[in-house]
Structures are given as structure tokens and as C-alpha cells.
């Protein structure tokens, strides 16, 4: 077992394929954070009154807040006014019209990172809305979205061109009192995708955007808010990876999901950030608020996630269940390999009647790695008939890594029923001398056991993300049996 | 093809093979028999390359070079490929995907190309008729909620897909019913070629009486005991092994 201990070290210890960094002039503000700050903020985006009210009163509540520390997590205190807290490619001034006035350094990024977003124009069907740093700098696919009356935008631009829309639904889901780190990103949001799908409407393709932090220093708080509308379909990706660098980073996003009466919403996210070195210097910091409301009766809400990145991963995809008959979902990866911590899972609050969740968590620690699956199962009075399914599982790779599984269940209504199963392996021994014996080298053979661990997960991916998907843990993965 | 000479190894520091010699050449079917204990699953598993077999003494030569510098990759690489008496299971991979990655690997080491989805499948169709197995069998994941007698099925599948040099069976025959058997048999008389050795581990002879052998050994604490043709099998199968692990209240080593 030793040498192949050995030779699986070597392979987790591969370095981190996305660690370049891009030279860009920015429009970095310069670090703190204050009531002025704010105003700034919300002056050179040319909000609206409403907008900046909002933030302001965010920051205010926030100031009253501590930070949570009921998780699992471990980190040294965070600094928030040795943060700079906006941060915006030059370029943006003119506001690129076509991907032809990009900075061609920026989108040699993109290529680097594996986004040409030229060819996904014409090959892959995928509107991506490119976020580099806190602004969208371009956004494709977007005349033939707006033929069906779909709204696909920077949130930027959404306050400026559709403030209704973005009053009536911004906070209604994540209030800006949720936790502490919404809070803050209500309070400094930059940037972020905005969608609304109009009734009856199928969207035709998956939408996408890409994530990426770039400039030293600074925070990173993307607010995305995706709007439903009666009887409509949207299924939307989101990936993401961050350059290499030596201090930590903290990225503290919120998104927020409205599906009304018969409409479903499918939010898939493949996260790839700097997850730090092998001693675990460095790497980002991922505390992240999702939550989905299913508001509608028949409404359905589904969160998919394949977690490798980030030294700290803090997020739990929530469904609350309102409409009668309304499901929800989420089904989760978490891999933590070196030193890299999660604490993740999800949240699934009944409130309507006959209302089903199901959540499938796969977990997977390496190395030094700390891993928790989190969830609460609420069933409220009103929650008659009401059914939830849960399945986590755990597989431990090596002797060094840990994985908790903390399941909270609340049942207020005697018809409502919730399973819980949970189980936790070590990658077997006498299924890597299978492989191995069949001529497969030791990291392929880990590789299939660990895809193999994650199928029921990848399965919900679309093929385009399922694929990038197990290439991820093919490298992120390979490695560390004990 | 494959010379083993003194060997000794132990597990978990007990010894289990204590100065084994064997000499098989190409084109020859060897039955390596013995009570339980007596070290003949050890026998496979070392020429496999399990880890945990430690090798105190003693050279195995494959082919003339030296067999215990390989690892478990390495060794199936070169044309050694074992079929287990208790085949794990992976849940989540499908066995038609990890047969691919298993003949893909194999090619790309013999520097041939690899097969692609639909070539492949026009091959496994062929072998699993051979082997009278249900094509469904692909698309289950690998060894899980297959029967005792699939498992084993499976096993020789590989066998006749992967055409090994030297093929090691330990305990194919366990557990089967009288038509499997002849099913498992036909398959590894498939197999018998003048560019290969078959060595087949079993503690009974009833296999031998459709797979018949070239030589027959009897491993009896740790080493060969005996060696002869198919006469001994039979011999064997009305005397016993007549060994002190035949005796009860004797403890067997698990191998």
C-alpha cells in the first residue's frame, strides 16, 4: 500500500491547473468598508434610490451582526476593511457592445480557463454571461433570449433596466437580515446574473456563467436572482475558477431563485476555486447563501453541485416548499482534498401541502480534508402529506481526512414523512487491486470508483457539465487510499 | 513462461509459502489443488501483485525477467490476468464501461488503438454469447446484485476479452451449478493456445474433468506436494489430500 500511497501523492499534489493570473488595468477601490463605500458602490453602477436604500440598510444590520460559528470550519479572522470592495475592468467605462471590443487579455483568460466564448456561440447553444472580477463584460445569445421575452442580464443591468422587477423580487427569498455574509453581499454586491423566464415559456437552452475572481485582495459578492414565471423552464450553470493566489479570498455570494405556479427551475454549479496549496496556504474563502422558493403550487426547484475548490466551502442550496405539490432537490459532490474544509448541504422547509424534497449528498475527503454534510428537514403544521428522502453518503480516501454528517429533522405535521439514510466507506483496498489487476494505472482506477461513488449526482448535470464535471475530480480527485 | 522457485511468502508476518517451486510453459493448463489453507489462493494473488503478500525469499521469472518488480498494472499489462474467486463490487460503474477501460488500457500498452463505444460493443456482444450471459449484464454496475454463478461468469468474460498470456483462475469452479460449470469450462478451453499458460486453483477435481489438464499439483503447507497428470486429480478425488488440514479441529489459514 505504500507505494501506491506514494504515487497517489504525487498526483493530488499536481498543482493547480487554473493558477495564472491576468494583467488588466482595474478600477480597484481602495480597501475598507463604510457607509461611503457604499454610496460609491452604488453611484458608479447608477442605481436607483431604491437600490442603494437597500444597501444601505443591509450594511446597517450588518454592523449589528456577528459571524456565524456553528459550523465545522476553521479559519483565522477575516479582516472585512482590509477588503477592497469593488473591483471592475477598465474597459467597462465604454461598456463593450460586441465580444470584438473585449480585452483580448481577458478573453485569452477565458480561453485559457477553457470558455471560448466564440465557439460556445455557435457550437454549444450556451449564452454565457461572462463575470470577470465585478462586472459583466459580455453576454451572448442575448437578442434571440429576448425574442421569447426572456431577460438574461448583468444584475447591473437589470437594476437599471428593469428596477420592477428587481424591486419586487430582490431580498424575497434571502432578506437582507438572512446570515451574516448576506448581509454583507446585500450591502456591496457588485455584480451577477440576472434571468427572467415569462410565462409559459421553455427556455430553449441552459444558461451560463462563469465565474472568476481576479484582482489581490478583493472580496468577491455576486448576487444572481432568477425569476420562474407560471409554467416556464429554465435550467441555468454556473462554473467557476480563480487564479492562484497567495492570500486568502473571501467570496461571499447570494442567489436567489422564484419559481411560480407550475414552473420549475434547474440550478446546476460545478465550483473549482483555488482551493489553497498542499500545506494549505491560500485558497479561497466560498461562504455562500442559495436558497430557492418555490412559490407557486407544482413549482419545482432543483439544486445540483460538484464541489472541488475553495479552502472553505460554506453553503447550503435551500428549497422552501410554499405551493402545494411543489418539489425540490439537491443533489450534491463535495470533495476536500489537502487541507480544504466544507460544510455543506441544504435546507428543505415544507410548507405546502403534498410537497416532496429529495436530497442526495456525496461527499468525498482526501488527504487532510474536513467534510460535513448539513441539513435540516422542516416540515411545518401546514405541510400535510408532505415527504422528504434523504441519502448521504461518504467515502473517505486515505487515513488523515474526516467526514460528519449532521442531519436535522423538524416534523410539526403527523401525515408528513422524512427518511434519512446515510453511509460512510473508505475507497476499498480489494476494489483498487481489481482495477488495477485488469491493467488500470492507480489513478484511473480511483478515478472510476470515485465517479462511480458520484453517478446518482452527475446524472442530474447537464452532458456538457457532467462531462467537465468528472474530468474535475479526475484531477482534483485522483489520489490518497488508505 | 513462468518460473517460480523457493518462494516464501507470508501475510500479516505468518508464512504461508514455504519454499514453492513451479515451472509452467506456454501451452500447458496447470491445476494447482489442496486443501484449504494449504496457500493455493495465496499462489494467485502473489503473481497478481496483491499488496500485503510480502516476499521473504525465493524468484518468480515471467518470461524471463523478474516478475515481483512489477506492480499489480504492470504485471496485467504484460499479459497476467487473474480471475478472482470473490470478484469485488463498484457500484456506480457500469461493467460495460470498466471491461472498455480494462481492453483500452491493455491496447494502448500494446500500442494499438483503443476501441471506441460501438466497435466494442460489437466484440463484448460476441464474447458474451460465448459465455451464455445476458447482454444486461453490461449495463448493471460491476459484479453488484450479480449472482454467485454471473460473478464468476464475469470473471472468464474478461478472461476471453482481455486474452491474457498467462491466465490464473482461483476458484472459477466454486459455487456453480453442473451448467455453468460446462459454460466456465468451455470458456477456458477457449482459451487454451499454444502462446499460453493456464493455471487453474481448485479444490476440486470435478472441473478437471472438463478442463483437462497438463500437470496436476497438490499444495500442502505451503508447498508442492506432489505433481502428476490428470491420473493424480482422480487419485485425490477418492483418497483425499490425506494432509493434517484435512483433519478436523486442525485451524485452516484463510488465504
Same mark, same amino acid.
Given at each position: ?39 460609491? #458602490?452604488?453611484?458608479? @453602477? ?75 456561440? #455557435? ?6 454571461? !461572462? ?29 437599471? &433596466? ?34 427572467? #423566464? ?69 440550478? !446546476? ?39 472541488? /475548490? ?18 425540490? &432537490? ?21 410548507? /405546502? ?8 449528498? @456525496? ?36 487515513? @488523515? ?43 484511473? !482506477? ?22 467537465? !464535471? ?13 | 513462461?513462468? %518460473? $517460480? ?110 476501441? %471506441? ?70 470458456? $477456458? ?8 499458460? $493456464? ?9 478437471? %474433468? ?10 500442502? %503447507? ?34
Amino acid at each position: 500500500m505504500l507505494k501506491e500511497a506514494t504515487k497517489l501523492d504525487e498526483l493530488v499534489s499536481r498543482e493547480y491547473q487554473h493558477g495564472f493570473h491576468t494583467d488588466l488595468e482595474t478600477d480597484t477601490l481602495s480597501q475598507g468598508l463604510n457607509e461611503a463605500v457604499i454610496r460609491l #458602490i452604488s453611484a458608479k @453602477k447608477e442605481e436607483p434610490e431604491f437600490m442603494l436604500d437597500w444597501r444601505l440598510q443591509a450594511y446597517r444590520h450588518w454592523l449589528t451582526m456577528r459571524e456565524p460559528g456553528w459550523s465545522t470550519i476553521h479559519h483565522p479572522p477575516i479582516d472585512y476593511q482590509a477588503i477592497s470592495y469593488y473591483s471592475a475592468p477598465k474597459s467597462r467605462q465604454d461598456g463593450p457592445q460586441s465580444l470584438a471590443e473585449v480585452d483580448p487579455e481577458l478573453l485569452r483568460t477565458y480561453e485559457k480557463l477553457g470558455v471560448p466564448l466564440q465557439e460556445r456561440e #455557435i457550437l454549444a447553444g450556451v449564452a454565457v454571461d !461572462a463575470v470577470f472580477d465585478s462586472v459583466s463584460v459580455a453576454t451572448t445569445f442575448k437578442a434571440k433570449l429576448g425574442e421569447l421575452g426572456i431577460i438574461f442580464c448583468s444584475f447591473s443591468e437589470a437594476v437599471r &433596466e428593469h428596477p420592477e422587477l428587481v424591486r419586487q423580487y430582490l431580498g424575497s427569498v434571502v432578506p437582507y437580515t438572512d446570515n451574516y455574509f448576506a448581509s454583507l453581499n446585500s450591502a456591496v454586491f457588485s455584480d451577477g446574473s440576472f434571468c427572467y #423566464i415569462p410565462p409559459g415559456v421553455h427556455c430553449p437552452m441552459e444558461l451560463s456563467t462563469y465565474f472568476r475572481i481576479n484582482a489581490i485582495n478583493t472580496g468577491q459578492f455576486e448576487r444572481t436572482l432568477i425569476i420562474a414565471d407560471r409554467d416556464s423552464y429554465v435550467s441555468y450553470l454556473e462554473g467557476c475558477t480563480a487564479p492562484m493566489r497567495d492570500e486568502n479570498q473571501l467570496h461571499a455570494a447570494v442567489v436567489e431563485l422564484i419559481a411560480l405556479e407550475n414552473a420549475q427551475i434547474r440550478y !446546476a454549479t460545478v465550483q473549482n476555486w483555488y482551493p489553497g496549496d498542499k500545506e494549505g496556504r491560500g485558497g479561497i474563502y466560498n461562504f455562500v447563501t442559495k436558497r430557492g422558493e418555490c412559490r407557486g403550487d407544482n413549482s419545482r426547484i432543483s439544486w445540483t453541485q460538484v464541489e472541488t /475548490g475553495s479552502a472553505i466551502t460554506w453553503k447550503y442550496p435551500s428549497v422552501i416548499l410554499r405551493g402545494d405539490n411543489a418539489q425540490g &432537490e439537491f443533489h450534491s459532490v463535495a470533495l476536500t482534498n489537502n487541507y480544504q474544509q466544507a460544510d455543506t448541504g441544504t435546507k428543505m422547509i415544507h410548507l /405546502g401541502r403534498n410537497t416532496r424534497s429529495n436530497i442526495v449528498s @456525496k461527499g468525498i475527503s482526501a488527504g487532510h480534508g474536513h467534510n460535513a454534510y448539513r441539513g435540516l428537514v422542516k416540515m411545518a403544521k401546514s405541510a400535510v402529506g408532505a415527504r422528504n428522502y434523504s441519502q448521504c453518503d461518504s467515502l473517505l480516501l486515505g487515513d @488523515k481526512c474526516a467526514a460528519h454528517t449532521f442531519p436535522y429533522i423538524e416534523v410539526k405535521h403527523p401525515s408528513a414523512r422524512v427518511e434519512h439514510e446515510a453511509t460512510t466507506s473508505r475507497i476499498g483496498e480489494d476494489q483498487l487491486f481489481y482495477c488495477q489487476s485488469r491493467g488500470l494505472s492507480a489513478e484511473d !482506477a480511483v478515478s472510476m470508483i470515485v465517479n462511480g461513488f458520484c453517478k446518482e449526482v452527475f446524472q442530474e448535470l447537464p452532458m456538457e457539465f457532467a462531462v467537465e !464535471a468528472q474530468k474535475l475530480l479526475g484531477v482534483s480527485l485522483e489520489g490518497s487510499i488508505g | 513462461m513462468l %518460473d $517460480i522457485r523457493n518462494l516464501h511468502v507470508s501475510v500479516d508476518g505468518k508464512p504461508i509459502l514455504k519454499g514453492l517451486d513451479l515451472s509452467v510453459k506456454a501451452g500447458e493448463v496447470h491445476a494447482i489443488m489442496g486443501p484449504n489453507g494449504s496457500g493455493k489462493s495465496t499462489l494467485a494473488h502473489v503473481l497478481a501483485g496483491r499488496e500485503g503478500y510480502v516476499v521473504s525469499s525465493g524468484e518468480i521469472l515471467y518470461q524471463g525477467s523478474n516478475l515481483l518488480e512489477l506492480n499489480v498494472e504492470e504485471r496485467a499489462q504484460q499479459g497476467i490476468l487473474l480471475a478472482f474467486q470473490y470478484p469485488v463490487e463498484i457500484p456506480g460503474v457500469a461493467n460495460v464501461y470498466f471491461l472498455k477501460a480494462a481492453l483500452n488500457a491493455l491496447r494502448r500498452h500494446r500500442g494499438l488503438p483503443e476501441l %471506441d463505444a460501438i466497435d466494442f460493443l460489437a466484440l463484448i456482444r460476441n464474447k458474451l454469447k460465448q459465455m451464455e450471459m445476458d447482454e444486461s449484464l453490461l449495463y448493471r454496475p460491476v459484479n453488484q446484485g450479480f449472482s454467485g454463478g454471473e460473478k464468476k461468469r464475469n470473471e472468464i468474460l474478461q478472461m476471453v476479452l482481455l486474452e491474457p498470456t498467462l491466465a490464473l483462475l482461483d476458484e472459477s469452479d466454486s459455487g456453480l451449478d453442473i451448467d455453468a460449470l460446462k459454460v466456465v469450462a468451455a470458456g $477456458i478451453n477457449g482459451l487454451r493456445s499454444p502462446q499460453r499458460a $493456464i493455471v487453474l486453483v481448485t479444490h476440486y477435481q470435478r472441473l478437471l %474433468d472438463y478442463v483437462v489438464p497438463d500437470k496436476v499439483h497438490v499444495l500442502a %503447507d505451503g508447498r508442492i506436494a506432489r505433481s502428476g497428470g490428470r491420473e493424480l486429480a482422480i487419485e485425490l478425488e477418492r483418497t483425499g489430500y490425506g494432509t493434517p488440514a484435512d483433519h478436523p479441529g486442525r485451524q485452516a489459514a484463510t488465504p
